[in-house]
Nanobody, 128 residues
Framework: QVQLVESGGGLVQAGGSLRLSCAAS????????MGWFRQAPGKEREFVAG????????GYADSVKGRFTISRDNAKNTFYLQMNGLKPEDTAVYYC?????????????????????WGQGTQVTVSS
């Protein structure tokens, strides 16, 4: 059974940093793209960052570009989201997700409906 488990969320002051991890189990995902999404209260789930199968291609939402960094360690079947310069508007539940779709070596997706597996989410709260 496939499981994605996020960790690393918490409460941090504005300007601070957090590192989220997403550990996958049940199968190896070294050839699959993955993404991070977030959902704030009363808002729709939104794309945060995506990465292709080998980490050579990444993409970010404009709101986090330059502050967040997505990475992966295929040997550990684990993915990361380094978040620096956090702002109160970054407060949300953060989800990692993995897609089974393959659309070339540089592929990752910004569309939530293209992801097959999701973690349970980890809360990130940024105080002002």
């Amino acid at each position: 059974q496939v499981q994605l488990v996020e960790s690393g969320g918490g409460l941090v002051q504005a300007g601070g940093s957090l590192r989220l991890s997403c550990a996958a189990s049940g199968r190896t995902f070294s050839s699959h793209a993955m993404g991070w999404f977030r959902q704030a209260p009363g808002k729709e789930r939104e794309f945060v960052a995506g990465i292709n199968w080998n980490g050579g291609t990444t993409g970010y939402a404009d709101s986090v570009k330059g502050r967040f960094t997505i990475s992966r360690d295929n040997a550990k079947n684990t993915f990361y989201l380094q978040m620096n310069g956090l702002k109160p508007e970054d407060t949300a539940v953060y989800y990692c997700a993995i897609t089974l779709r393959y659309d070339g070596p540089y592929y990752y997706s910004r569309a939530a409906d293209e992801y097959a597996y999701w973690g349970q989410g980890t809360q990130v709260t940024v105080s002002s």
